[in-house]
């Protein structure tokens, strides 16, 4: 029963350490694209997740060479730790939508995708939305390698090549959120969602132990001997998808910056009527949403780097992003539609594939 309570309330004392981290450690200050709804002034942010990540790794490293801590204990307590997240994550989301002015709406509905909309306690000092991201990131990283862990200590003598490439893909790309966190705060993510069970559970507890369901399915089965090829293959659309999805996030926050700079060599062309512009080139030109193109092919690079494509577990984690980023360019389409009016139907002729280009 002892180490069950003790599973269960890791992840709380992972979150609260990442939380102290990300206080008391240097950071740099920067203004996001979202505006004060009173004030009107662009938010301001403290960004250190790179800090944040490498000193809890340290931390984590040095239990595990001391013998403090079994290199996977995190495996061996994966059960009532996702359900000590899971807890956690609703008892956080009923308090910020709960505590948040009624919006005299469906409080079911409100429960869901929340009251808040830009939180930051502690005078700025935090986001909400932004600590949110890089706690399930962390945490994430932390399950990802004591998962892998597991499996080598399972199979001493044969490791599966596949769960190394698997983690060192997922490495870089959690790597990849934290080193341009900037550029999170100029996505949908942030300006559009509201602080609710969607967001605080998805962070706390779907996040973290979800996304590693890959590992968590092969952990225990020794090495597939999948061929080198599916291997390259796998790692060859991870990183193509990565191109797409970091390219477009990438070339949309410069020109949210600056309209008229170019990005990689590409010119931005643009439509406006007199007061607002929307990108049709470079990335933009694709598609509506080609940043979710590259999101799903992350995820097809990473189930199929575990060598198991028959397998359903690591085939979970590309499924959950078509169930998530679908219905989500829907809305984000309707949002649009709303917000630019006639503009946005220019852009629709301009551009007419949503997601992937000629095809949807």
């Not at 892998?148 to 399972?154: D, E, M, N, S, Y």
């Not at 590693?212 to 090829?229: C, I, Q, T």
């Amino acid at each position: 029963m002892t180490g069950l309570l003790i599973g269960f309330f890791a992840p709380w004392a992972v979150f609260a350490g990442i939380f102290a981290l990300h206080l008391v450690l240097p950071a740099r200050r920067v203004a996001g694209y979202v505006r004060d709804g009173k004030r009107g002034k662009r938010l301001r942010y403290r960004l250190n997740g790179p800090l944040v990540f490498i000193v809890t790794l340290g931390a984590w490293f040095a239990a595990g060479w001391s013998g403090v801590m079994p290199w996977d204990w995190l495996w061996q307590h994966r059960w009532p730790g996702a359900a000590g997240a899971m807890t956690l994550g609703l008892l956080v989301s009923a308090a910020v939508v709960l505590t948040a002015p009624g919006a005299g709406g469906n409080l079911l509905r409100d429960l869901y995708l929340g009251r808040r909309v830009n939180p930051q306690p502690f005078g700025g000092r935090a986001d909400a939305k932004m600590f949110l991201y890089l706690a399930g990131a962390v945490l994430l990283e932390l399950n990802l390698l004591s998962f892998a862990a597991h499996h080598v200590l399972t199979h001493p003598d044969a490791p599966s090549p596949g769960v190394a490439l698997h983690v060192a893909l997922f490495t870089w790309f959690v790597c990849d959120y934290l080193v341009f966190e900037r550029v999170h705060l100029y996505t949908y993510d942030l300006f559009a969602e509201r602080l609710g069970f969607k967001l605080v559970w998805g962070c706390l507890a779907w996040y973290p132990y979800f996304y590693a369901v890959g590992l968590w399915s092969v952990a225990d089965l020794p090495d597939p001997h999948a061929p080198a090829w599916l291997l390259v293959a796998s790692a060859t659309l991870f990183f193509a998808g990565w191109t797409l999805s970091r390219g477009a996030n990438l070339q949309k926050f410069h020109f949210k910056r600056d309209p008229e700079r170019a990005f990689l060599a590409l010119r931005p062309r643009a439509l406006g009527d007199g007061e607002r512009r929307l990108l049709v080139s470079g990335f933009w030109g694709l598609s509506r949403h080609v940043n979710y193109l590259g999101e799903i092919l992350m995820a097809v690079g990473l189930a199929l780097a575990l060598g198991r494509p028959g397998m359903l577990g690591p085939w979970l984690y590309p499924l959950y992003y078509l169930a998530l980023l679908v219905p989500r360019e829907r809305d984000d389409d309707r949002r649009c539609a709303a917000k630019y009016g006639p503009l946005w139907e220019q852009y629709r002729a301009a551009v007419p594939w949503r997601i992937v280009p000629r095809v949807y």
